[in-house]
């Protein structure tokens, strides 16, 4: 059994960046072992898709109604986690729009979670940063849901949960670089 709530951000998945999918040529044949693994990683793939929803609405309920939404929680925890970044960047780490970014930084940043700092690199694209109330409300965020994984029983050991973590960025990688 694997205690969920010790481990690391990022100790089982690998930090990595999204990057926009392209669409596969017509009839391009897929590549190595996945393109023989079929059906097996398609049940992979809605595995991972149906934890990633019932990890969300764990989150969720943990931290309440009042609380930042998960995606606003989580640009907390990259900001935690690399420090000061522009808007832009934090897009292309994500890869999704500029405007969705600010979409999560503007109430970030009128809750007083988040502070804009002046960018020495570049005068009209400011660093987002948290502010003490973002950093003491992600500690509290991680201190909760370390006790709230530390609870559940997962049936794999260390060894299996890391191979299935290598089986998963195998698959991002193969995504991101199409």
């Not at 969920?4 to 089982?12: D, F, H, P």
């Not at 690998?14 to 017509?26: D, K, M, S």
């Not at 931290?63 to 690399?82: D, M, Q, V």
Request: charged share 30%; proline share 6%; aromatic share 2%.
């Amino acid at each position: 059994m694997i205690n969920l709530g010790t481990l690391a951000i990022g100790e089982l998945g690998g930090e990595g960046r999204a990057r926009p999918l392209r669409q596969p040529e017509v009839g391009s044949p897929g590549r190595g072992r996945a393109a023989a693994a079929g059906p097996e990683l398609a049940r992979l793939i809605e595995e991972a898709l149906a934890v990633s929803r019932c990890l969300r609405a764990l989150l969720d309920e943990l931290h309440g109604e009042e609380a930042p939404s998960g995606g606003r929680r989580e640009l907390l925890k990259e900001l935690a986690r690399l420090g000061p970044r522009t808007v832009p960047q934090l897009a292309r780490d994500r890869a999704v729009t500029r405007q969705h970014i600010q979409a999560l930084v503007n109430p970030l940043l009128e809750d007083g979670y988040v502070e804009r700092q002046d960018n020495p690199a570049h005068r009209r694209s400011p660093l987002v940063s948290l502010s003490n109330r973002g950093r003491e409300y992600v500690a509290a965020m991680v201190r909760r849901e370390g006790e709230a994984l530390s609870a559940l029983q997962i049936a794999a050991g260390r060894t299996q949960s890391r191979r299935a973590a290598e089986v998963l960025r195998s698959v991002r990688e193969a995504v991101e670089s199409r």
